[in-house]
């Protein structure tokens, strides 16, 4: 019996062998399948890769050829004398003209120009003498704007704690049930690890 055993087991081994050489060879065929096919299209890539770089290399000699050709017809031209820059009024240190009239101390004087009217004849200078008028006026003190109320203490710290809550408390209860759910349905996975 045991040799009928041993004749049976070399049997299966032998089939066994026979089955995995046939199933290893379609797997090999495809494989061989597979590379040819990706040689062809690393061939085409390769070739459309060179006519490209053929191509660029044509438009770029090109290129250079029309920039010597361009920088050489400028070179040749003969330089056009620049008219001189027209001398720039004075201006103050922000770009604006510079008024002489705007240190005369006899602008500010009593008479108003209004526009379409003739200019009254200009009236003496003041004298140094006389002291300037003055005018006393009492000026009211400025409205004082209502104050605003501060926010209250408790609602700040109400606000903190709720922030808190949703961003500490919350993640905990949510990983907290989810152990829980796994550790309750524990008996269901226990059998599988034993087998």
């Keep these: 019996m045991d040799e009928n055993l041993e004749n049976a087991a070399q049997e299966s081994e032998h089939d066994l062998n026979d089955a995995a050489e046939n199933a290893w060879k379609p797997v090999e065929e495809s494989a061989e399948q597979s590379q040819s096919h990706i040689e062809e299209v690393h061939e085409a890539a390769q070739e459309q890769v060179t006519e490209a770089a053929e191509t660029v290399e ?82 009211t003190p400025p409205a004082q704007p209502q104050k605003k109320e501060k926010f209250p203490v408790w609602a700040i710290v109400l606000i903190v704690l709720l922030v808190l809550c949703i961003c500490i408390v919350l993640p905990i209860v949510l990983l907290a049930g989810g152990f829980w759910a796994i550790f309750r349905n524990i008996n269901a996975f226990l059998p599988i690890l034993f087998i």
Excluded: C, M
Aim: glycine share 8%.
């Design 58 to 139: 044509g438009g770029w000699s090109e290129v250079k050829d029309d920039f010597h050709q361009a920088s050489a017809e400028t070179r040749s031209v003969p330089e056009t004398p620049q008219t001189p820059i027209p001398p720039q009024p004075e201006a103050d240190r922000w770009g604006a003209p510079v008024n002489e009239g705007a240190d005369d101390p006899g602008r500010w004087n009593e008479n108003l120009y209004t526009p379409g009217a003739e200019e009254p004849a200009p009236t003496e200078a003041p004298k140094a003498e006389e002291a300037p008028k003055v005018v006393d006026y009492v000026a």
